[in-house]
């Protein structure tokens, strides 16, 4: 395990130099200088204390001073890299002193690689200043081998200078954001150091029991024991707990509050007589495993060379390494082309890690951090390094199988999908016929609002409808704002649609969002998926000549519009593109807003097409906002404003510790009246955050006697998050996990609809307890790798207190009895049988137990942004925490700032810090066309793919000169969102001056 913090003052010096409280039993230094920064100022050794501090304080030994970094120096870093509990207790208990040379040497071999990815300085250049990879870090290194309670904690503090050597020959302060931003994959590529220096020591090692970043135990002992010395852990799992919160920035912050001063010293005789009678008590007996560790290594044998013996061939060898990290090969890879018995077993290990890891990531992002893709890879364990695996991205990149550069990489196959597309947008131009022309779409919809008793479309509106009414392309993007009334603008047009005999068809990717669209437009909602599921054999091409003719039968000449469209993946975006040009859909409309959340899945097509020129109708006015708050806060978030958005919420700002400001949040809910309730939203940006508000609002009520006094507590099942690569990890299975099977496993004889509970692991197997009560086996790396679904699901058991009156919230669907994924309801009573329930139609259902709806049921006092987006409420209570950072950005705040009409109260722990982190983080996905121009494509246009070169060729004769230059200039969007081109550009003509006309008729001029 790694931590990170920083190092407050020069001050700090003499704690971690002494040694009168942690010593090593070996007779090694304590402290050592390391990196090449260290070597350049011809620092070696012992670290002396004084001067340490003097660098710590920004003054080299050879005469240099760092200057400080806005107004401040810092003092630098301190990287605390722990070894897992029982390789302490091998090194320490045990006392095999080669295990604490392999972890020093782990660290330093970290370090190295820190310098090398990590290490920059901001620096001048051309008159201005950039940022660039220094090469080097100053480090001092201090080994402890005990917690603040004396249990066994091999650990070594990496003293980070804030100091580096630049290409100017000058030193400057160390720019920490790289380091900060992949602290996770410093942990991953220091486990494996770690692990690879173990394996060559005999040891054989096992999955740690939360394997994440790779981590490891050694074989031979217990859970059990290796809790019976971690006291220190205990103490802050405890705390985390408490209050439901896991993220790494909560640890570290649950580590502070924890900490006390050291325990009294224990001379090094005194302490061994404490830790050996201990590992006496839990039955802990560690010669054995030394011994055998000792009689492995002196054969020079390895748990991976035995895994090989005996096995001819190559290739044949590397699928047994393979296999034991988890991983099945896959026929036809295009991330693993190397013909059978190319790569060394080792090699073919580094590839398939990779290839996995580029699936991992693919499922969500379609560009990401290649530093990210080394830790992904290394998660996977084996005989791999951070070496090893960084050479083979690099030949997937020289291959041409991998595109980016050195900070961020995309498959190939990401971008052919994004070509896609785009090719099928280009498909649609010009085929279609429009339903009217601008003046009598102009009127009808204007005349049909009216009969549906709606208030006239303002001017956004109204271009929105006319625009996708007398179209002649397939495809038409309507892009407004949070609560600018985009959806509605579609009503009237529906309603035409509908009362000329056209099948409209209504969707989203929540099937409760689907379904709420599709009230609104007087037909059923369906989710995107279950959509595409009714097509797939169509867009696959394995329909049959019947199902090609329904399918014509149901989609040609319809109308297919979806709401929520940023939160649509580039796969689904493609497919329902294609599918539209497939079956002759009259027309493809997509709503949605690129400010706001965008997919979970793979890419933002929705903002890609409108980048790429894609017909696309603004609707700018904001409907929601009514108070003066809500005004200024739309306002400032509509111009990219956010201190002013905070600004504006600061009257109604409280600053109060995290958990005094959840029960406070509580407290002004219940408070108000059951009508202001009912149009007050309670909202959060995490899933634990938001169980901490229900649990405090549900007590607080409980409190005031407004609910029944039956108590019925319900253990429910809480989704894990994994993709679908993810579910063919070990490390996704952990001990009391609940797996249930969506998909027939024929060959492992587990059928659709089973589930069992984690009970344990054997190598690449889990062990499942089923619900028959016999244990069955499962093997993750044996699931289908072509499968459109999840083939498993994972849950953590969670229990919650429910009474009458409690609001709940359904956590999946349940299409039999019409109960959508998010929807609310409300327990009206609880007996011995179960408990029943009222939808929020007012539908009366009883679920008894053993009805499996009752474990997917969540309290629903308080939502989070995901479920937020696309809600209104009257006021609102928003609670955000700085220790959820990841979480706290750009677009998360304007969904959750968006959601009201009225009035806001924002509740913080740190309201600078909170402010500081959500400009900091945009929460962008970036797009495979976007990593590539970080490379190339911007200053070379004739690379650019063909569907757009066509595409560009053909709007140019149409649009003119202006266009294809935005466009090659990366600059198509402002056309696309008519913001224009600057005068003082080049090229502007008709288009711009054309532009200029329409936003002048919008402003009434």
Known sequence: MMSLGLVASAGAAEYYASDNYYSLENGTDQSLWQGSGAQALGLEGKVETATFERILEGKLPDGSEINASRGEHRAGLDLTFSAPKSVSLVALVGKDHRVVDAFRASVAQTLVWAEKNLSQARVWRDGRQVTENTGNLLVATFTHDVSRQLDPQLHVHAVVAGATLASDGKWHSLKNDEIYQHQRTLGAVHNAYLREGLEKLGYELVPGNNPVLGEFEIAGISRAQIEAFSERRAQILAVLDKDGRSSPREREIAALATRRDKEPAMDREERGKVWAEKAARVGLNLQPIIAAAMERSARGETFWSRMVEGVRG??????????????????????????????????????????????DLGENEAGFNRLDL??????RRGPINAEVVEARIAQLQDKGLLLGNERMVTPASMLALEQRA??????????????????????????????????PLNTGQLRAAVGVLATNDRVQLVQGGAGTGKSAALVPVATLLREEGTQVHALAIATRTARDFGEKLGVEGKSVASFLARYRPVLDGTASPEQVANTARELRGAWIMVDE???????????????????????????????QLQAIAAGKPFEQAQERGTPTSPVTENLRAASPQ?????????????????AALKDRTLELPRLEGVETAAAIWVSRSPEEREQTLLLTLSRAMRSSLNTAVQEQRADKGELGKQTHVQTVLDRVTITREGARQMRAYREGHIVTFNSNLRAQKIGRGERGRVVGHDGERVRLEMQDGRVQTFTPGRLP???????????????????????????????????????????ESIGKHGIAVSTKDGEAINLKHGDPMLERLDLAYAVNAHIAQGMTAKDGIMVLSESERLLNSTRSFLVAATRFTGDAVLIVDDAHKIERDVARNPGDKTSAIEVVRGRAVENEPDKRDPAMTDELRRLGAALGPEFVWAVLTNKERELTLEKGLERSEPGRGSVGRELDRERDMERGR
């Open 422 to 455: 785009a090719h099928e947008i280009a498909a649609g131009r010009g085929a279609v016929g429009a339903f009217a022309d601008r003046p009598t779409a102009a009127l009808r919809v204007q005349q049909a609002a009216a009969n549906l008793g709606m208030r």
């Open 565 to 595: 469209t940023s939160l649509v993946g580039t796969e689904q975006f493609e497919k329902l593109v294609r599918l539209a040009n497939l079956a002759g859909a009259e027309r493809l409309v997509m709503i949605g807003d690129t400010k």
């Open 374 to 379: 080394v830790r992904a890879a290394l998660e």
């Open 785 to 827: 790798h072509n499968l459109q679904h999840d083939a498993v699901s994972v849950f953590a058991e969670k229990r919650i207190a429910l009474h009458a009156g409690d609001p709940i919230r359904w956590t999946t669907n349940d299409h039999a009895r019409g109960l959508a994924n998010s929807d609310v309801a409300k327990v």
């Open 630 to 646: 809500m005004k200024a806060v739309a306002a400032a978030l509509e111009r990219e404003d956010l201190p002013g958005a905070f």
């Open 314 to 359: 190559i290739h044949a060898r590397g699928l047994e390494v393979a296999a034991a990290m988890g991983l099945t090969p896959r026929s036809g890879d295009a991330l693993v082309p190397e013909r059978k018995g190319a790569l060394t077993p080792q090699a073919f290990a580094a590839a398939q890690a990779v290839a996995s890891a580029v699936r």
